[in-house]
């Protein structure tokens, strides 16, 4: 007969294991510039959509569970010639140029650069909280209290990506920046035979 203590170890181990079935992220392959293929683990009770913009970039946008969090990717060839994943200050002049826009805004007044440190590639990002949505009780509808933005890159591609937060210590933005480290990687092309 199994003690209390067996039967209820059993019961949390039974448990821990459909826990780690259930939240195995679904891989995604998107196909980019030049049929480059991106996998992409997207969480559980995320969603992923897929669109084209007007010049033919591929844009991929994963949203949260609650609507309080959204994510977008832009996919492109990589237009500095394949400095981006080899110099984080190519990196950061990009940055510059593409997210200027939302340092007046922001509380912060200026970018602060942090690496991503992803497993495949490189990317750099920065973190922009909206000074006009400080202190207000309810947020409008799409409107985010925090813009992480940056760009992650491999030779010959890159993405440029948004993520919009209203903070950046939940379970969910946790997830979705881990989700940029450790996925949304450049698939290995197989050579034909």
Same mark, same amino acid.
């Given at each position: 007969?199994?003690?209390?203590?067996? @039967?209820?170890?059993?019961?949390?181990?039974?448990?821990?294991?459909?826990?780690?079935?259930?939240?195995?992220?679904?891989? %995604?392959?998107?196909?980019?510039?030049?049929?480059?293929?991106?996998?992409?683990?997207?969480?559980?009770?995320?969603?992923?959509?897929?669109? %084209?913009?007007?010049?033919?970039?591929?844009?991929?946008?994963?949203?949260?569970?609650?609507?309080?969090?959204?994510?977008?990717?832009? #996919?492109?060839?990589?237009?500095?010639?394949?400095?981006?994943?080899?110099?984080?200050?190519?990196? +950061?002049?990009?940055?510059?140029?593409?997210?200027?826009? #939302?340092?007046?805004?922001? @509380?912060?007044?200026?970018?602060?650069?942090?690496?991503?440190?992803?497993?495949?590639?490189?990317?750099?990002?920065?973190?922009?909280?909206?000074?006009?949505?400080?202190?207000?009780?309810?947020?409008?509808?799409?409107?985010?209290?925090?813009?992480?933005?940056?760009? +992650?890159?491999?030779?010959?591609?890159?993405?440029?990506?948004?993520?919009?937060?209203?903070?950046?210590?939940?379970?969910?933005?946790?997830?979705?920046?881990?989700?940029?480290?450790?996925?949304?990687?450049?698939?290995?092309?197989?050579?034909?035979?």
């Amino acid at each position: 007969m199994l003690s209390r203590r067996q @039967v209820l170890l059993a019961m949390l181990l039974c448990l821990a294991a459909g826990t780690a079935v259930a939240a195995a992220p679904k891989e %995604e392959i998107v196909t980019i510039c030049d049929q480059r293929k991106v996998a992409i683990a997207v969480p559980e009770g995320f969603t992923l959509e897929r669109s %084209e913009s007007p010049n033919g970039l591929v844009l991929v946008k994963i949203s949260g569970p609650k609507g309080t969090i959204d994510l977008n990717l832009v #996919f492109m060839p990589d237009p500095s010639g394949g400095e981006f994943a080899t110099s984080a200050r190519t990196r +950061k002049e990009f940055m510059v140029r593409e997210f200027q826009e #939302f340092v007046a805004s922001s @509380v912060e007044q200026a970018m602060q650069f942090e690496e991503l440190e992803a497993r495949g590639g490189a990317g750099t990002y920065c973190v922009f909280t909206d000074a006009a949505l400080i202190g207000k009780p309810q947020l409008p509808p799409n409107e985010f209290l925090n813009l992480t933005a940056g760009l +992650k890159a491999w030779p010959g591609a890159c993405v440029v990506f948004k993520l919009f937060s209203n903070d950046v210590i939940s379970a969910e933005y946790r997830t979705l920046l881990a989700m940029l480290r450790e996925s949304v990687q450049l698939k290995p092309v197989s050579p034909l035979r």
